[in-house]
């Protein structure tokens, strides 16, 4: 059966390779509504349904795990950022996931950055984004997805703070992450704290120690009586030593669950990528904005999932996201102390069929 599947994967691969440049023609916010819209349509009845889970799909027993009392059919997602407003659920299991963290969703509808806000360096094997956080706001895409039945599917809910104002107000942000936590409480199988995106007006504010404290402290009064999903933190990928080891220990001292290592890297501290290639030097986006995902945050990424799960004594769960590419790679995050693995990047510039490449790599 293995073999067939490999076969079926190269088949699509060569085909994705041949449709590549004709979709990278496209601008990347456009080709990512464009198929955004087929996967829509592909969710949307048992039927294309089916035949998706026919051509992607791949099951093993050996893949399924337990991960703070989840049960996940295999340890490859999604990672948040691809579905902003969770309008693909129907469609991830037939195309290999075994999760998928929503959004990030913010307590406010916010439009997002202005401008062209998604770039591709193809030589760097990296996308660029610039998004803001744009998605319709907690209250109606909790309406929309209330009573949803996830199926194989396992869910994360991403919370990050509404990114409409440049500036902080500590209680407001506090609020704003309660708000949309409350709204999820009966949506999904865990929650992501997103505390380090890139790409907001006001920075990262929560990577100091007490506001850190005071969020951390309002979602234990306020949001963990309301439901027992495990509550994991999402941290940036440019943190120094230090600041990684105040974030994590206020973590701990507050007892949430694990952490999702890492968010975006920004290239001013990364030197893993073309410079040449990132928008800033074309023209195409301010100085000093945007963040990668991709190949330029493998290594990275990796590196600080080592360093937490040596911190933590490798007693907090943890997922790892960043330039995972192949069954190689998430295995040495798994190795490194991952038990759950998010991706994005893969299927932009290897096509959706590496998921199931992923997945069947890690049997072997």
Request: charged share 25%.
């Amino acid at each position: 059966m293995s073999f067939i599947v490999g076969i079926r994967n190269l088949f699509f691969k060569a085909l994705y390779r041949a449709s590549r440049p004709l979709i990278f023609l496209m601008e990347p916010e456009d080709a990512h509504a464009a198929f955004k819209k087929v996967g829509i349509f592909l969710g949307s009845n048992p039927l294309t349904r089916g035949l998706t889970t026919l051509l992607f799909d791949y099951s093993h027993k050996s893949l399924n795990c337990e991960v703070d009392g989840i049960q996940f059919r295999n340890p490859v997602g999604l990672s948040a950022g691809f579905d902003k407003d969770g309008e693909l659920t129907k469609i991830y299991p037939s195309m290999g996931f075994g999760l998928a963290e929503l959004g990030s969703f913010t307590g406010e509808v916010c439009p997002g950055n202005p401008g062209r806000r998604l770039f591709r360096m193809v030589k760097s094997k990296a996308i660029v984004v610039w998004y803001g956080l744009n998605n319709q706001g907690a209250e109606k895409i909790s309406k929309r997805l209330q009573n949803t039945d996830f199926g194989r599917l396992r869910v994360g809910i991403n919370a990050a703070k509404s990114n409409i104002t440049p500036d902080f107000v500590l209680q407001d942000s506090i609020d704003d992450y309660l708000k949309t936590l409350r709204l999820f409480k009966d949506i999904g199988d865990y929650f992501t704290i997103n505390i380090s995106c890139p790409n907001t007006q006001d920075g990262e504010p929560f990577v100091y120690r007490e506001n850190l404290e005071a969020l951390l402290t309002a979602v234990n009064d306020e949001i963990r009586p309301l439901t027992a999903r495990p509550i994991y933190v999402k941290l940036a990928a440019d943190l120094d030593i230090d600041e990684i080891n105040l974030i994590v220990d206020v973590c701990l001292e507050q007892g949430m669950d694990g952490f999702v290592l890492t968010n975006l890297a920004k290239p001013a501290h990364n030197e893993e990528h073309i410079p040449e290639e990132y928008p800033t030097t074309k023209g195409l986006l301010p100085k000093g904005k945007g963040a990668m995902s991709g190949l330029p945050l493998q290594r990275i990424s990796t590196d600080v999932i080592r360093h937490v799960y040596r911190r933590t004594g490798g007693k907090k769960t943890i997922i790892g996201v960043g330039g995972v590419f192949s069954a190689k790679d998430a295995y040495e995050k798994i190795t490194s102390g991952a038990s759950l693995l998010h991706m994005i990047t893969t299927m932009i510039f290897d096509g959706p069929q590496n998921i199931n490449e992923i997945n069947r790599g890690l049997v072997k």
